[in-house]
C-alpha cells in the first residue's frame, strides 16, 4: 500500500472529522527482564549491551522478516509486520540469538527478552500504531517467562500448521486493562532450540488404562449471555457426577472449560488432555422449559459412539442431569456396576433456587481478592438461607470465610465463621467430595489439626478418584504436615488430572514447601514461580519464592519477590506470615530469617 501523505489524510475540515488509516498488523512488543536491576549492577556496560544486541541481532532479524520498528523504548522495542508467520520466526530468530549471545556471561549479568505477539485491526498514525492489538501485545510480553514468547489464539490460529513449532496452551488470561480474557499460547522450547510440532506428540499426554474422558464446555444456545452461568455449573456437576465413579478418570471441569467457545478439533483435544472420550453437547432454556443435548465422541477417531436429547421443566433439570450421566457412563463402560451409577446419580440440593445462588457464586470463590471473597459470601449465604443443609455451599463459604481472615487482618470473627462452615460441610457432606475436601482444608489451615484433616481428605478421594481438586488440597495439607512424599504425589496427580486448571497454584505450592523443607531450593524457585504464574494474586507464592532465593544467596533476586509481595499487599510483614502457624517453630524460624534477610520487614 503506498503511504498516504498528511494532507490526503484531511478531509471535510470544516466538518471537523479526522479520517484515521487502519490496517490489520501482526504486532511484536519485547522488553528486557529486569532492566533496572541490570542498570543498577552495571549501567555503562548493560547499556552498551544492550545496544550492541538491537544493533547486531534484533534490528537485523527484523528488517529480514519484513517488519518495522515502530518504537524504542529504553529498554524494549514495539515492531510491526505483515504476517503472523514472519512475526513469529523473527521473534524465535531473536530469543535464539540471545541464548547463543548470552553464552559465558555470570546468569545475573545476562539480557533476556520477554515477547508477546498479538494480530490486531490498529490505527497507523503517521509512523505510530494504537489500539487494543496493540495493548494486548503489550500485556501478553508482560507475563512471558524471560526468554519465552507468548502469543494470543488470533495468532495461533493464522499460523496453523505452517511453522514446524510446538505450543504449549496455556489457557486463558486475564491481562491488565483488556476487558475479555485472552487465551495464550507459548511457543515451545527444548534446550536452546525451539521444539518442532513432532515431537509435541510424542510428548502427549498418556492414555489412562480406564475409561478417560473430558467434558467440554456446553455451548449456551439460549439467546440470553446472562444464561451462561446455567449450562457451565450444568456441565461443572456432570464432571462431578462423572467423577464420583472410580472406574472413569476424568479430567477436571478448569482444564476443560480452557477450551470455553473455541472450534478445535476434537482429536486434537483428547491428545492434548491425554483421554480416549471427548464429550460436547448444548443447553438450551427458555423460559421454564430446558433441553439438554450431548454427544460422546472417540477421541482418537472422532467418531460419535452415542448422542442423545433430554427435554423438561427447568424444574426437573437433576432427574435430566441424571439421565445424562446414566447414558454416558453406560456408553464407555456397559460392565461397571449399577451401583456406582446410582452414585453418579446423587443430587447436590433440590432446591433450585440456592442452586443457581451457587453456581452464581462459583467465578468469585476462586479469584483470591477481597472484593471477590465478599461477592462470593453474598451469594453463598443467599443460598445457604434457601437451604441450610447445602454441604458445599457451607464448604465454600468456609474457605472464603478462611481467605479473608488472613487477607483481612486475622479477623477472629471470620476463623470462626470459617470454622463453623467447615465443620458443618464435613458433618452433612460426608458423601459429597467437593465438601469434604474444602471443609478439611480449611479447618487443617486454621487448626493445623493435619492428620484429621488428611483422613477426610482420603474419604473424599476414596468417592472421586479423579478429584483434581481434592488431590491438590490434599498435596497443600500433606505439605504443611511435612508429608513430603505424599505431598508430592497428591500434587502431581493433580497437575495431571487437570494440566489447565486455575488452581494449580495449589499443588505448586505444595511443591515449593516440600522443595523447601527437604533443601531442594533450585526446585522451589522453580516451583513456586509456576504457582505465581498459576496465579499472580496469590501472596504466599511471593514469600516462598523469596525464602528459596535467599537460601541460594540470591539476595537481588529474593529483594525482587519481596517487592512484588509488597506490590500486591503494601505493608505486609514478617510477623503476618508467622501469623498464619502453619509450621514448627523450628521451619517458621529459618523462613522468618529468609525473609529478614530478603528485606521484609518484621
Not at 524504542?72 to 514495539?78: E, M, P
Not at 498514525?125 to 507475563?143: C, H, K, P, T, Y
Not at 480452557?258 to 460436547?280: F, H, N, S, T, W
Not at 460426608?430 to 484429621?452: C, K, M, R, W
Request: proline share 4%.
Amino acid at each position: 500500500m503506498t503511504p498516504q501523505p498528511k494532507s490526503a489524510k484531511l478531509h471535510a475540515c470544516t466538518l471537523g472529522w479526522y479520517e484515521m488509516e487502519r490496517r490489520l498488523t501482526a504486532i511484536v512488543a519485547a522488553d528486557v527482564v529486569g532492566y533496572s536491576r541490570l542498570m543498577g549492577l552495571d549501567e555503562a556496560g548493560t547499556h552498551f549491551a544492550l545496544k550492541a544486541h538491537r544493533s547486531e541481532l534484533i534490528e537485523a532479524a527484523i528488517a529480514r522478516h519484513g517488519g518495522r520498528i515502530v518504537k524504542l523504548t529504553g529498554d524494549g522495542l514495539l515492531a510491526a509486520f505483515g504476517s503472523v508467520v514472519s512475526a513469529v520466526e523473527c521473534s524465535v530468530t531473536i530469543q535464539r540469538g540471545m541464548l547463543e549471545r548470552n553464552e559465558g556471561t555470570p546468569p545475573d549479568r545476562r539480557i533476556q527478552f520477554r515477547i508477546g505477539i498479538n494480530l490486531g485491526d490498529v490505527i497507523v498514525d503517521d509512523d505510530d500504531i494504537l489500539g487494543d492489538g496493540v495493548n494486548v501485545a503489550a500485556r501478553l510480553e508482560s507475563i512471558a517467562p524471560p526468554g519465552g514468547i507468548f502469543i494470543s489464539t488470533f495468532v495461533r490460529d493464522q499460523i496453523g500448521e505452517r511453522l514446524d513449532l510446538a505450543f504449549e496452551d496455556m489457557g486463558e488470561r486475564a491481562l491488565k486493562n483488556i476487558a475479555r480474557p485472552v487465551r495464550v499460547f507459548q511457543v515451545a522450547w527444548e534446550g536452546d532450540r525451539p521444539k518442532p510440532c513432532g515431537e509435541l506428540a510424542t510428548a502427549a499426554l498418556p492414555i489412562p488404562s480406564k475409561p478417560s474422558i473430558a467434558v467440554l464446555p456446553f455451548q449456551n444456545m439460549s439467546g440470553d449471555a446472562e444464561q451462561d452461568y446455567f449450562a457451565e455449573g450444568l456441565v461443572e456437576d456432570l464432571i462431578t457426577n462423572l467423577s464420583k465413579n472410580p472406574g472413569l478418570f476424568v479430567i477436571a471441569r478448569n482444564s476443560s472449560f480452557a477450551y470455553k467457545d473455541k472450534a478445535e478439533d476434537i482429536r486434537a483435544v483428547a491428545a492434548a488432555l491425554g483421554v480416549r472420550y471427548i464429550l460436547e453437547g448444548s443447553v438450551r432454556r427458555a423460559a421454564n422449559r430446558l433441553r439438554i443435548t450431548g454427544q460422546l465422541v472417540d477421541g482418537a477417531s472422532a467418531v460419535h459412539i452415542w448422542a442423545q436429547k433430554f427435554e423438561g421443566a427447568v424444574e426437573d433439570i437433576f432427574d435430566l442431569q441424571d439421565g445424562l450421566t446414566e447414558n454416558i457412563v453406560g456408553a464407555i463402560e456397559p460392565s461397571l456396576r449399577r451401583a456406582e451409577i446410582e452414585r453418579a446419580r446423587r443430587k447436590p440440593t433440590d432446591q433450585l433456587d440456592a442452586y443457581d445462588l451457587f453456581l452464581r457464586s462459583m467465578p468469585y470463590t476462586h479469584a483470591n481478592t477481597l472484593a471477590d471473597t465478599n461477592e462470593a459470601l453474598r451469594l453463598l449465604e443467599g443460598a445457604l438461607r434457601l437451604d441450610p443443609n447445602y454441604a458445599v455451599a457451607h464448604a465454600y463459604a468456609a474457605w472464603c470465610h478462611e481467605q479473608r481472615f488472613f487477607r483481612g487482618g486475622f479477623a477472629s470473627e471470620d476463623e470462626q465463621a470459617a470454622l463453623r462452615h467447615a465443620a458443618t460441610a464435613l458433618g452433612i457432606g460426608t458423601e459429597d467430595p467437593q465438601a469434604l475436601a474444602i471443609g478439611a482444608f480449611v479447618h487443617s489451615n486454621l487448626t493445623h489439626e493435619y492428620e484429621t484433616a488428611l483422613a477426610a481428605l482420603d474419604r473424599a478421594l476414596e468417592m472421586n478418584g479423579s478429584s483434581a481438586l481434592a488431590y491438590g488440597m490434599s498435596a497443600l495439607v500433606s505439605a504443611h504436615g511435612e508429608r513430603h512424599e505424599r505431598a508430592i504425589d497428591h500434587a502431581r496427580k493433580a497437575l495431571r488430572l487437570s494440566p489447565f486448571d486455575t488452581l494449580n497454584y495449589h499443588p505448586y505450592c505444595a511443591l515449593t514447601i516440600a522443595a523447601l523443607l527437604t533443601e531442594r531450593y533450585e526446585d522451589a524457585v522453580r516451583d513456586s514461580t509456576l504457582a505465581i504464574q498459576s496465579n499472580p494474586g496469590f501472596l504466599v507464592s511471593y514469600a516462598y519464592l523469596a525464602i528459596a532465593h535467599a537460601r541460594l544467596s540470591q539476595l537481588d533476586a529474593a529483594n525482587a519477590a519481596v517487592r512484588r509481595l509488597r506490590d500486591l499487599v503494601p505493608g505486609y510483614t514478617i510477623s503476618e506470615f508467622v501469623g498464619t502457624g502453619l509450621w514448627r517453630r523450628p521451619t517458621m524460624e529459618i523462613f522468618a530469617a529468609s525473609l529478614r534477610e530478603a528485606g521484609l520487614a518484621e
